[in-house]
């Protein structure tokens, strides 16, 4: 009797290990850090309250962003995808600029999965609302602070960064745009 009790003791720290080493193997850890250097004067748009890199400051980067599912949690940001916009160049998908009237996307490297998302659309709820976007470009989070990126810092890892449209149809007010939590899915 005994030995059973002890090898159901074992068994059951094992399937806790397990548990814990499947939890491990979701989780998203930095992959580095980037030395922010000063831009260059006029070369860091600041359009939508867009950062710009330190000089000397160290920012975090990231190959990969936290696992997908049918209500995956993001911080929602607000970027210009139009020409002399504060996304830069043109859009990684299409290679094109897009309105400020039409809701688009940018999706963290590890989201934007080596453009497996690219011009696909996925649905945004927040504000008791939900939107469907056209993911059109990545928000890096491997690299930032240089001229590729604005002079701007790399993106954290759970960033859905939308044009204003996207804002509008989650009917947010205009002086709350800029960091929001919501949930996201890929559409069907």
Known sequence: MKKQGG???????????????????????????????????????????????????????????????????????????????????????????????DPVVALSTGWFSHKKRCLKYINIYGNGRSVRAKVVDEC???????????????CPNNIVDASKAVWKALGVPENNWGGMDIYWSDTD
């Not at 000397?56 to 995956?72: E, I, N």
């Not at 890096?140 to 790399?154: I, R």
């Open 140 to 154: 890096d989070s491997t690299m930032g602070c240089d001229s590729d990126h604005d002079y701007q810092p790399p």
């Open 7 to 101: 090898s159901s003791v074992f068994l059951i720290l094992l399937c806790i290990l397990y548990i814990f080493a499947s939890v491990e193997a979701q989780t998203c850890r930095p992959s580095g850090r980037i030395r922010g250097k000063t831009p260059p004067p006029g070369q860091c748009n600041t359009e939508n309250d867009s950062d710009c890199c330190k000089d000397g400051k160290f920012y975090t980067t990231y190959k990969c962003s936290p696992p997908v599912s049918s209500h995956t949690k993001a911080t929602l940001t607000l970027n210009s995808f139009q020409a002399g916009g504060d996304g830069g160049g043109p859009s990684e998908c299409d290679n094109q600029y897009h309105s400020d009237d």
